[in-house]
């Protein structure tokens, strides 16, 4: 009974130490200060908005190669991979089979030339006899007969030696356009065939100077460039885009700007209903071969022309549940929430539609810490500049003098062809 009064002694004690201790003065927390921030005023600057599509490069020319004779093939005389010109030789067949036969119809052409000649002797002397009744006219027709058929003869001869000229001549393969040849899918010996029922495909050769890329376009874009060129115009334009000279650079596939620009040449006729989009085709000087037919690249399109902005980084915008902000330090140093309309990017800047003003101190570095309607400890900066007006690009900045890609062919040939490899045995 006496342990248990004293533990209830000590108890109480404690408790009553602990409540003593309670009301002694609190310690208190030292103040922060306003957060530290980075400010820099809104600039204004004149950009072009860009549109970019997914397109593929396409040989202006491709040629399959195939045989137009049969035989055994006896040579291959170019490197797979080269460049080739008109007329190069490509493949030679064993050609002993079609020159005999050509030179059996030359040889019947002398035959029949020299019957022809007798049966017009004959005809000419029974002309003079029938008329003395020296011949009968019977013998007379039957001469005449003969003359005609054997005219008949000499040119169905010339008909037929054609023709084996025209055997002959295939055995020689020859490349029909100037451009980048594929390696050889027959080696020497094997029996090509020839024919619509099974032919032997020999190789390809696309061209290479220029080149086509293809890409889709929605048709709201579609609309805005007509729409576009009749304010450049004040015409009212048939909608072709050819007409239009839309100008395109290409991105590469580990993301370089090549080197030369492009000009839309061709539109479908429609619209794919399906998806909603028109399938262009731009034309793009190829001098160096870069571009290869089946390559992807990034079609990147001016979408108008240039216009004054307002632009901030876009480290600098904010998102919440219903719009996109900025914060703007007033005048009394506190940070006020900016609801903005966006734009395109420019670079590393945003485009500023409504809700900011040039010359507007925006806090560009240390948003997370900021508190809306409080003050910031500020550090001004100066915004970076947008990357600059590529006049490229603008359709107002085309050189008229361009080169259409439609006639490859009218370019000097010594601009852009390699020399072709000398012939030589595979």
């Known amino acids: 009974?006496?342990?248990?009064?004293?533990?209830?002694?000590?108890?109480?004690?404690?408790?009553?130490?602990?409540?003593?201790?309670?009301?002694?003065?609190?310690?208190?927390?030292?103040?922060?200060?306003?957060?530290?921030?980075?400010?820099?005023?809104?600039?204004?600057?004149e950009v072009v908005d860009f549109d970019e599509y997914t397109g593929h490069v396409e040989a202006i020319s491709s040629v399959d190669v195939y045989a137009k004779v049969s035989g055994y093939l006896e040579k291959v005389a170019f490197q797979d991979g080269a460049l080739v010109k008109t007329g190069d030789l490509l493949f030679l067949i064993d050609k002993r089979s079609y020159q005999a036969e050509y030179d059996q119809a030359v040889s019947e052409l002398a035959l029949?030339?020299?019957?022809?000649?007798?049966?017009?002797t004959t005809l000419a002397r029974n002309e003079k006899l029938v008329t003395k009744g020296a011949v009968s006219q019977e013998a007379f027709d039957e001469a005449v007969a003969a003359a005609d058929e054997a005219?008949?003869?000499?040119?169905?001869?010339?008909?037929?030696?054609?023709?084996?000229?025209?055997?002959?001549?295939?055995?020689?393969?020859?490349?029909?356009?100037?451009?980048?040849?594929?390696?050889?899918?027959?080696?020497?010996?094997?029996?090509?065939?020839s024919g619509i029922g099974n032919p032997t495909l020999l190789t390809t050769i696309v061209s290479v100077d220029p080149v086509y890329v293809y890409f889709d376009v929605d048709e709201l874009a579609l609309l805005k460039y007509i729409e576009q060129?009749?304010?450049?115009?004040?015409?009212?334009?048939?909608g072709s885009l050819r007409d239009q000279k839309i100008p395109v650079e290409l991105s590469l596939a580990d993301g370089t700007i090549y080197p030369h620009r492009g000009i839309v040449d061709f539109g479908s006729n429609q619209v794919n209903a399906a998806t909603g989009t028109l399938t262009v085709r731009a034309v793009v000087p190829n001098p160096d071969?870069?571009?290869?037919?089946?390559?992807?690249?990034?079609?990147?399109?001016?979408?108008?022309?240039?216009?004054?902005?307002?632009?901030v980084p876009q480290q600098a915008i904010g998102a919440n549940q219903s719009n996109r902000f900025v914060y703007v330090m007033n005048d009394k140093g506190d940070a006020i929430v900016k609801p903005v309309t966006l734009g395109t990017k420019q670079g590393k800047l945003q485009v500023v539609k409504t809700g900011l003003k040039a010359g507007e101190e925006v806090i560009i570095n240390g948003t997370l810490l900021v508190r809306p309607g409080k003050p910031v400890k500020a550090d001004h900066a100066t915004m970076p500049d947008p990357p600059p007006i590529d006049k490229?690009?603008?359709?107002?900045?085309?050189?008229?003098?361009?080169?259409?890609?439609?006639?490859?062919?009218?370019?000097?040939?010594?601009?852009?062809?390699?020399?072709?490899?000398?012939?030589?045995?595979s």
């Not at 870069?290 to 216009?307: D, H, I, Q, S, W």
């Open 1 to 45: 009974m006496i342990k248990s009064r004293t533990l209830h002694s000590c108890f109480a004690f404690a408790l009553l130490g602990l409540m003593l201790l309670g009301c002694g003065r609190r310690r208190e927390l030292p103040q922060a200060g306003p957060p530290p921030v980075t400010v820099a005023p809104a600039i204004e600057r």
């Open 112 to 120: 029949f030339e020299a019957k022809e000649k007798l049966a017009k």
């Open 151 to 193: 005219t008949a003869q000499v040119a169905a001869s010339k008909s037929d030696i054609a023709a084996k000229k025209v055997n002959l001549d295939y055995c020689t393969i020859s490349s029909p356009i100037d451009g980048r040849i594929d390696r050889t899918f027959v080696t020497i010996g094997n029996l090509v065939q």
């Open 229 to 238: 060129t009749n304010q450049d115009t004040d015409d009212r334009a048939d």
């Open 289 to 311: 071969g870069t571009l290869r037919p089946g390559m992807f690249a990034r079609v990147k399109v001016a979408a108008g022309n240039p216009y004054k902005a307002v632009l």
């Open 392 to 425: 490229n690009l603008l359709r107002s900045e085309i050189d008229e003098e361009q080169p259409s890609a439609e006639k490859p062919q009218d370019k000097p040939k010594d601009e852009t062809k390699e020399a072709a490899p000398a012939p030589m045995d």
